[in-house]
T-cell receptor, first 115, second 112 residues
Framework: EAQVTQNPRYLITVTGKKLTVTCSQNMNHEYMSWYRQDPGLGLRQIYYSMNVEVTDKGDVPEGYKVSRKEKRNFPLILESPSPNQTSLYFC??????????????FGEGSRLTVL | AQSVSQHNHHVILSEAASLELGCNYSYGGTVNLFWYVQYPGQHLQLLLKYFSGDPLVKGIKGFEAEFIKSKFSFNLRKPSVQWSDTAEYFCAVNTGGFKTIFGAGTRLFVKA
């Protein structure tokens, strides 16, 4: 089954404790992206990756890091989480985000709470 | 900067009522337009999309949207909503690059 898998789905952590949210897709998509969803703000892009070893900042990259060492994986790293990073995070992938196949496929979401 | 505006943040309808959700974007060039739906507790999934051709596009579950280039709009419609349409709806725009910009979302609640 074609899917985007995120882990963990739920996480409560404390300020400053490094964490990683994993994302994996099995559709051989070149493009992957992270979004955060906050009430009234919709989805805001954090980082995206056009292909292996190619990443770029989205609209809200502060406090986050990413890496793309393999095509299928795109982890989101919070080196020193802060309470303002409490949010619902979605990973998405697409065959090619810049063409007619730019439909995004989303993971189930990871709800993160930073105390 | 490019942006997407959704006119209504919350909409409450009774079953069988007609639905229209507004979406406007700010970009003067070629765009790819999407509506995504997020059912309670679930991830976003594609409802319909427009790339070119007929400006009236049909999606899943009886939804349709009309692209009006002169108005920079891509409104979502459904003639008769059902309780199962209760969800949050997001309009999104891709301008041919690597960024898809989402609106703030519209929460639809359908009363049985």
């Amino acid at each position: 089954e074609a899917q985007v898998t995120q882990n963990p789905r739920y996480l409560i952590t404390v300020t400053g404790k490094k964490l990683t949210v994993t994302c994996s897709q099995n559709m051989n998509h070149e493009y992957m992206s992270w979004y955060r969803q906050d009430p009234g703000l919709g989805l805001r892009q954090i980082y995206y990756s056009m292909n292996v070893e190619v990443t770029d900042k989205g609209d809200v990259p502060e406090g986050y890091k990413v890496s793309r060492k393999e095509k299928r994986n795109f982890p989101l790293i919070l080196e020193s989480p802060s309470p303002n990073q409490t949010s619902l995070y979605f990973c998405a992938s697409s065959l090619d985000a810049g063409t007619s196949t730019g439909e995004l496929f989303f993971g189930e979401g990871s709800r993160l709470t930073v105390l | 900067a490019q942006s997407v505006s959704q006119h209504n943040h919350h909409v409450i309808l009774s079953e069988a009522a007609s639905l229209e959700l507004g979406c406007n974007y700010s970009y003067g060039g070629t765009v790819n337009l999407f509506w995504y739906v997020q059912y309670p507790g679930q991830h976003l999934q594609l409802l319909l999309k427009y790339f070119s051709g007929d400006p009236l596009v049909k999606g899943i579950k009886g939804f349709e949207a009309e692209f009006i280039k002169s108005k920079f709009s891509f409104n979502l419609r459904k003639p008769s909503v059902q309780w199962s349409d209760t969800a949050e709806y997001f309009c999104a725009v891709n301008t041919g690059g690597f960024k898809t910009i989402f609106g703030a979302g519209t929460r639809l609640f359908v009363k049985a």
